[in-house]
């Protein structure tokens, strides 16, 4: 995939994706461990080796030809790498896939997950065969619920007692968005 790229006001930073290489394992890592990053989802414990290994498999071209089932980016503000994006393919034969996502605690609250996004989906929507996107929060996680309603995402519904965080269960809420309700942000 060639890199996407947003076009924020001047005084924003200007988000764009690469796809993760090996070589991001260790900021990976770094970055799973913040607390903030983990204060409303269950991220398992890896080893680098592990997530080099897991980075090694990443093909994004593969997308494009309607197979794999698990990609991941980089998300860049400027230059700098702040965070990433994970897209799991449940289904291509009905063309269903799911995301997660997460920036590092000092590029969080300054707009540049949805413009992340955004570049995303509409790479998903206009050249792949993917039809819905789905989405999974935990209910106390306002931030990355503004998140998808900004999107387009709507909330289908809340999954009771949906995965341990902290040692308790927690409900999520349940968001989508379909292929007919994405709509390109304009230029600004
Ligand atoms: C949640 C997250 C993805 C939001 O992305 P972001 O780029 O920081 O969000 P924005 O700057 O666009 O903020 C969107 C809105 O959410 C609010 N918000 C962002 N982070 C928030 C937080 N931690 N707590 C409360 N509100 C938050 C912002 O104030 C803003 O509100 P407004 O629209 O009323 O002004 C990001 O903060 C993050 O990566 N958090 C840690 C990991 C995580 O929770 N990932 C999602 C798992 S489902």
Redesign the pocket.
Known sequence: MAELRATPPESRLRASLRPTYPADAPLLLRWRAEE??R???PLSEVSLGQLRAELALNRVDDLYRGRGDKFQWIILADAAPV?WITLVVTNWEHGLAEL????TSAY???????QGLNLLLADLFFHTELERIE????VE????Q??LT?LGFRREGRLRGYFVLHGERVDNYLYAILREDFVPPRPE
Do not use: I
Not at 141 to 144: D, E, K, L, V
């Open positions: 903030s990053v204060r409303h989802q965070g997660g996502y997460a920036l969080q609250r300054r707009g540049l997950m949805v989405a999974r929060c935990s996680n306002t931030g990355s503004k998140v900004q």
